[in-house]
Every structure is written in structure tokens, then in C-alpha cells.
């Protein structure tokens, strides 16, 4: 890498390799960014070609108007690279978390057998284009074969994350009112079996899922699974005499391709929908471009399928482009520190994908650690979930990257589909903190309260312009309210809204500041306050609550709740714990709990989080006149110092 300032460039080298390495690149998708779209899905497999490329009624807008697509078409039997070539080359390589097991590679041909089998066993379940499909499995492959066969087949998958709660399966599956859930007996996490199966099981109650599709991953190693005569049928029974042939279902772009879950501001989750033809352009060429994506790579991004970077970059970008990939079932620091430094080194990965989270955990176990290690193969690294520092930004690519990969910190959300905002590694620039430029044909601007434009370096809303990105949500599942009021209020109906708050240097590198919403995020998972407090008041002692995020070393950031109960409660910490643990699962659990008698609000009744926030971090309190209750500041503060 070449440094000018505190600008780094790829070398000379890196650049001329790159596939992308000329910046004019931008000027000719900004001259027209529909046909800069447009070109790009033409080197896709299209059994019609579109009529339209972009149609615009706001705020509601398609993408390849028209056209009939199969995204598993793309990534087997016609992916644009051929499939001859790609036929017998590892497509995912898995690495499981005990030491000891061995791990599986699929070739492209063995996985496209796979899909095909459990495509037609889902058929022979009833599964029908447009129906929906529950996915509740760990990271194993054949969360990533079920993924696919649902959209071999035009079946709607909406993965829940396994570490999610019972409830939230349940909240997930009644809103999509799926009739099958695949999900597995359990699985492994730091040396410990997790009874995914009893989960699923109380997670399917009151839902309409009337077939449960159950992996064996543990072998019955730790518990007999308790099986439901009738509903339940092993993966292994229903896949293993199925044809390895299933024609693909031709869907049309606009189709709903999946349903991926984010956090509202109630405590309803949101389900994001997400199309066919868009989605597979926007993650075929994202990928491409932004992790230089070529035949001899081996590609590991650590995201977790039940978010929506595992699915684009642990699932269809890798695969839409022929590559190599890992996917690793357990934490990365376990069973020692070092797992994932092994995993780069025994596979020789090239382009390391991962959370500011993870980097900053990997930093606080010392440079030592990493003396064994040369990462000699490693040619990117890449960012996302949460503004990375300037400090593990530095660390990330010095003691990773060995000074030598182009770091590319990636903005996106799980609406956009794709990563939106980043350098791209054979151009550069990059710069400590700064996500860096819009991907080309990508309009963003920072603007003001009155929806003005910002000067640079003004603070100020980031929202993006028509015709925006393919991927690009196109509604809230069942609830076309919300999307409206999320996307297309703030600035009208033709600027979509981010609710990330931005700066722009003179370069026009972006700067995240974060979220100007309710939501908090926990290691780079998105938790909103309200989804917090509506689970904790559920318990019925429990008057009031408001949640806030406060910064946290590895986290990022991390919940601390303050409570009013009824009367005086036995081990009522204990309680909200384990009711965030039942409600949302074990990533919102907060660092501190206040019991208080109030908590400061307007007059209109509004709790001022802001406060507490202050209060939590010994802050100026500032500006009080606007409190009804200006006394609960003295209480909150002794209760805070006294804990
Ligand atoms: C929010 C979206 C993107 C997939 C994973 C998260 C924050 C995301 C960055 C980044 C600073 C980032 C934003 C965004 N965010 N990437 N590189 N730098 N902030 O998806 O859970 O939908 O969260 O994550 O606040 O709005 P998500």
C-alpha cells in the first residue's frame, strides 16, 4: 500500500491486477446509473431479459422490469463463468467448530445436487413458489443448501439467526406464516451443545409450520432429540432418494426473493423484503468488485447466514462468482484466541471479511498471539456492521493486513441488500474511519434538518437518491405503513431515508457517525431500545423502562437499562435478564440494570434517554428546562454511583 497523507493507495501491483482499477468508472455509472445497472445484469443468466431497467412511482420503484431470473441458475447449471469450469472446484469449504471433526468441502457439483435433492423434497412437502420457509439453522452447510433450494424452487426464505430466541422464531414465523421450518437437532458453541431442536419446538407453537425439517448435526451426542410423530422429518429421510435434478422455478425479478428480519422501533421486528432480480445483480457484482473477486480466491466472510451479510457475502456473492468460501460453525475465539488466525492460515483464505467487533477482540488479546502468524496469503480485509476506529482500523491492517491489503470498510444495511458505501480496492482511496466513496451508480447525500445540503465536514442525515441500488428493499412484510414511515418520510417520497447520521471530507470519503434512530448496535448486531423495553415490561412488576446504548471497548456499543417496579422484587435482575434472553436472545443482554423511581421526562411524557445517557456516563447534563421532573436527575444519579 501506498500512503499520501493519511490516504492509503493499493501498490502499483494490486492495482494493476484489480478487476477494477480504472476510476473513470465512476463518471460513466454516474452519467447513467440504470444502464450502468443494466449492463451489469446483462452478463447474468435472464430466461426473458427485462422490458424496463428502472421503473420509479415513489416511493415505490422495480429494477429489471420484466425480466425472469434464477439466482441458482446464475451461481450452477448457467453461471456466466461456465459451469464446466467451475463444476468441480470447492465451492464452500466448512470448518467445524470442534478441532477434532473433519471438515466438508462441496464442490459446485455436489452442492448443486444437494440443493436439487432438498428442492424437490421441499416439493413433496407442498412447498410452492411464494411460500414462505423458515430457516433456523447453525452454521452448517445445509443452511446454505437450504437457502438455495428455496430459491431453486420460488419458495421465500426468511432465516432466523440460530442464537435468536424461541420468541423471536416465533414472532418470525407467524408474520410470515410459514408452513415448514428447517432446523437442526442442535449444534456446537464453545464445546457446548445447544438444544436447537427444543427451541424450535417452542418456537413453533401458535405458528402455522406444520412440517419441521431436522438436520442431524450432533448425533443425539448430548440429549435425545424429542421428536413430534408426524411434524417432524429428518433432512437425511426426506433428501436421501429425492431426483438430484429440480428445474428451477422462473421467477420474475420483482418476485419476492427472501424475507430477512431487522429490529423496529417497536418491539415488532421489520421483515425486509428483498427481490430476485435486483438482489442477484447487486450481490453478483458487489462482491466482485469490492472483494476483487477471482478464481484462485479463497473468501471468508465470518457473518453468520441469520444476518443479512452472511447472506450476501457468506452465501450468494461468493457463489454468483464461481469462488471458494469458508464457513466456520463456531466462534472465532474458540477454543483458543487464535481459531480464526488458524482458519486464514490452514485454508489459505485471500479476502477476510469481519466485524469492527471481532478486529477489536482479536486486538485486546495482544500482538503476541500473532507473532506465528505471517498472513502471507491475505490480499484484502474488510469491515462491517459499525464505524470501525481509528485505532482497529490501524491495528486491523497493520497486524493482519501486514501493511499490505487494501482495508475496505463497508456501509450497507440490511435493506440496501448490498454493500453501498466503500473504496474499491484497486482504486482506493483509504482512509482510518472513513467507509469511503458510494459504489458507482450509487447516489448519497449528507443533508440537514431542512434538507439542505451539507457543507464538508457538517454533520448532518445521510440518505441516497433514485434510482438508488437494485437491492434496495422493496417493502416491510405486511406492513406497508412502516415502510413508508421509515424510508420515505423524513425527506419525502423520492429520498430514502438511512437513519445513519454522516460527514463528507473534501475527497467526498463518507464518515458514519451512527445511527440517529433508537437503535443501538451490539457488536454489530441491531437492537433498538423500544424492542428492549416493550420485552422487559412484559413482565408484569415492571411499570416502566427505557433502554439505553452506551459505548462498550469490544462491542461497540451495549444495552443498559434502567427499571421501575411495582414493589420491591427477589433477584428482579436476574428476572429481566433472562426475559431479554426468552424475548430477543443472548446478543441484546445488557451491561447494568438500575432500579429506579423515575425516570426523567417531558412534559408531554417522553422519556429523555439523552439524559440518562449523560447520567450513565458522568457527562454535563446540560440544558434541563425542558424536564417535568427535573428531581429524578439526583435520584438516578445516586443510584448509579451507589452500584
Ligand atoms: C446499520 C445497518 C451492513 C450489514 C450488517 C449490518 C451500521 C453498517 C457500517 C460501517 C459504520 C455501519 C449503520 C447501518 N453500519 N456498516 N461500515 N460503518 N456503520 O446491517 O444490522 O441492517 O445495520 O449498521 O448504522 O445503518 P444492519
Known amino acids: ?148 433450494a428455496c430459491a431453486r424452487i420460488g419458495a421465500v426464505h426468511a432465516v432466523v439467526f440460530s442464537a435468536f430466541s424461541p420468541h423471536a422464531l416465533q414472532v418470525r414465523l407467524q408474520d410470515t406464516q410459514a408452513k415448514v421450518l428447517i432446523t437442526a437437532d442442535g449444534y456446537y458453541r464453545r464445546g457446548k451443545i445447544i438444544d436447537l431442536k427444543k427451541n424450535a419446538d417452542r418456537g413453533t407453537k401458535n405458528t402455522k409450520v406444520k412440517k419441521v425439517i431436522v438436520v442431524n448435526r450432533t448425533d443425539d451426542k448430548a440429549y435425545p432429540v424429542k421428536w413430534n410423530k408426524g411434524k417432524d422429518i429428518w433432512y437425511e429421510d426426506l433428501t436421501k432418494n429425492q431426483k438430484d435434478y429440480c428445474k428451477p422455478e422462473i421467477m420474475d425479478s420483482e418476485d419476492i426473493f427472501f424475507i430477512l428480519y431487522t429490529s423496529g422501533s417497536t418491539g415488532k421486528p421489520k421483515g425486509c423484503i428483498h427481490t430476485c432480480g435486483g438482489y442477484t445483480v447487486q450481490a453478483k457484482f458487489t462482491a466482485k468488485w469490492i472483494f476483487d473477486l477471482k478464481q484462485d480466491d479463497i473468501f471468508w466472510s465470518t457473518a453468520d447466514l441469520g444476518w443479512v451479510t452472511g447472506h450476501t457475502y457468506s452465501c450468494y456473492g461468493p457463489l454468483l462468482n464461481g469462488t471458494t468460501f469458508i464457513m466456520f460453525e463456531g466462534a472465532p475465539n474458540w477454543p483458543v484466541p487464535d481459531r480464526w488466525g488458524q482458519i486464514i492460515e490452514k485454508y489459505g483464505v485471500t ?12 486486538q485486546k488479546y495482544g500482538t503476541d498471539l500473532l507473532k506465528k502468524y505471517k498472513f502471507e496469503t491475505l490480499q484484502i480485509l474488510g469491515s462491517v456492521g459499525e464505524p470501525i476506529d481509528e485505532a482497529a482500523w490501524k491495528w486491523y491492517f497493520k497486524e493482519i493486513g501486514k501493511n499490505k491489503c487494501p482495508l475496505v470498510d463497508t456501509w450497507w444495511q440490511t435493506e440496501t441488500g ?15 474511519s472513513f467507509t469511503g466513496l458510494p459504489f458507482p451508480g450509487i447516489k448519497f447525500e449528507i443533508l440537514n434538518k431542512k434538507g439542505e445540503k451539507c457543507k464538508t465536514g457538517e454533520h448532518g442525515n445521510l440518505i441516497m437518491l433514485p434510482p438508488f441500488c437494485p437491492g434496495l428493499l422493496r417493502g416491510v412484510y405486511k406492513n406497508p405503513k412502516k ?161
Not at 351 to 362: D, E, H, S, V
Not at 418 to 432: A, D, E, Q, S, V
Not at 550 to 556: A, F, L, Q, S, Y
Not at 584 to 594: E, F, M, S, T
Open 351 to 362: 479476502t477476510f471479511y469481519t466485524a469492527p467487533t471481532a478486529i477489536r477482540m482479536f
Open 1 to 148: 500500500m501506498i500512503k499520501k497523507g493519511n490516504l492509503y493507495y493499493p501498490s502499483k501491483d494490486f492495482q494493476k491486477k484489480a478487476i477494477i482499477n480504472n476510476p473513470s468508472i465512476y463518471k460513466k455509472a454516474e452519467r447513467n446509473p440504470v444502464k450502468f445497472w443494466e449492463d451489469l445484469a446483462k452478463e447474468l443468466f435472464w430466461f426473458k431479459k427485462w422490458k424496463k431497467g428502472f421503473v420509479h412511482n415513489p416511493p415505490y420503484f422495480e429494477w429489471f422490469k420484466g425480466g425472469k431470473i434464477n439466482i441458482t441458475s446464475n451461481i450452477f447449471e448457467n453461471n456466466p463463468l461456465g459451469f464446466d469450469k467451475i463444476k468441480n472446484k470447492a465451492a464452500l469449504i466448512w470448518e467445524p467448530e470442534p478441532i477434532e471433526e473433519r471438515p466438508r468441502i462441496l464442490t459446485y457439483y455436489e452442492l448443486f445436487r444437494e440443493v436439487n435433492r432438498l428442492a424437490n423434497g421441499l416439493k413433496d412437502l407442498g412447498v410452492k413458489k411464494g411460500d414462505r420457509v423458515g430457516i433456523y439453522l447453525p452454521m452448517i452447510p445445509e443452511a446454505i443448501i437450504s437457502m438455495l
Open 418 to 432: 448490498g454493500i453501498l458505501i466503500t473504496c474499491l480496492p484497486g482504486i482506493g482511496p483509504f482512509k482510518p
Open 483 to 643: 415502510y413508508l414511515d421509515t424510508y420515505w418520510k423524513e425527506y419525502g417520497k423520492e429520498i430514502y431515508f438511512t437513519s445513519d447520521g454522516a460527514l463528507k471530507d473534501k475527497n467526498g470519503l463518507i464518515r458514519i457517525i451512527g445511527r440517529i434512530d433508537d437503535v443501538i448496535k451490539v457488536a454489530g448486531h441491531r437492537v433498538t431500545t423500544g424492542e428492549l423495553e416493550s420485552a422487559i415490561t412484559k413482565l408484569h412488576f415492571i411499570t416502566e423502562c427505557a433502554v439505553i446504548g452506551i459505548p462498550d471497548e469490544i462491542r461497540g456499543e451495549i444495552p443498559v437499562v434502567f427499571i421501575i417496579s411495582k414493589n420491591k422484587i427477589k433477584d428482579i435482575e436476574k428476572q429481566v435478564i433472562s426475559q431479554i434472553r426468552k424475548e430477543i436472545g443472548p446478543i441484546a443482554l445488557p451491561k447494568k440494570i438500575y432500579s429506579v423511581s423515575d425516570l426523567p421526562k417531558t412534559r408531554s411524557g417522553k422519556i429523555m434517554r439523552r439524559i440518562l445517557k449523560k447520567l450513565f456516563s458522568k457527562e454535563p447534563l446540560g440544558d434541563l428546562s425542558t424536564l417535568a421532573n427535573p428531581e429524578t436527575v439526583e435520584q438516578i444519579k445516586k443510584v448509579i454511583i451507589d452500584k
